[in-house]
C-alpha cells in the first residue's frame, strides 16, 4: 500500500511560526512533526510516500530528501499554491497507482495503528474518527453499530484526518482547487463509506497553544520513560 501526507496546508493559525517553516516542519518533542508520521508508516511496513506541499515546499524537501534515512521512498506533489484536501490528492493520483491508499493529515498527531485499516471491497473510503475534541464540538459525520459513516444522524464524530481511500473516489473530478468532505458525504450517502472510532490519542495541531500542549505531553513521557530505563551496565 502507497501512503500520501498532505503537508501543502499555509498553517495561518500557527503565525507567526510558520511565517517561516512549513506546518509539518514545526518540532515536538525535538522531532518534525512530520517525522513521526513518516517512521509510523515505515513501522507498519508502508514505505512509499507521497507528500504534497505549496507553502515554502523546498524547506520539506530539503529536509526529507527523498526518504532513505527514514527507511522509506519519498515522492513529491509540488503545488504553486494550495489545491485544498481533495484537489491535492487528486492531482497526486498518478503518483499513488490504480490501488486504495492511506492519507494522513501533516498536521495531527496519533498513535493510532495504522496497520489494522482495511478498505472493503466495494467501499470508496474508510474514516478514522475521534471523539470531539473542545474545538470542534458538533462533529464531522455520523458513524453506526455496523461502521457505517453518513453525513448526518448520531452519534456524531470527529475525522481525524486518516483514511483510506480507492481512486475512484475521485472519479469525475477535475483538476483544480476543492475541497474532499463533499466528495466524502456524497460516497456515504450511497453506502461507500465505513469507518472506525479511535479512542487513543489524537491531537489536531492548529494553533501554537495546542502544539505546545502536545510539546508537553510528550516531553512528560519522555522523561518517564528515561527515568524507567535500567542503568547501563559496565
Known sequence: ?????????????????????PKPLLKVAGKPLIVYHIERLEAVGIRDLVINHAHLGNQIEAALGDG???GVSICYSAESQALETGGGIFKALPLLGSMPFLVINGD??????????TLADGDLAHLVLVDNPPQHPAGDFALDSSRRVYPEGAPRYTFSGIGLYHPDL???CTAGTFPLAPILRQAMLAGQVSGQR????WFDIGTPERLDDLNRRLRRVETVLNNSSPPPKH
Open 1 to 21: 500500500m502507497q501512503a500520501m501526507i498532505l503537508a501543502a496546508g499555509r498553517g495561518n493559525r500557527m503565525r507567526p511560526l510558520t511565517d517561516h517553516t
Open 68 to 70: 532513505n534515512r527514514f
Open 108 to 117: 495531527i498527531w496519533s498513535d493510532c495503528d495504522l496497520s489494522r485499516l
Open 170 to 172: 475521485f472519479k469525475g
Open 198 to 201: 479511535h479512542q487513543g490519542q
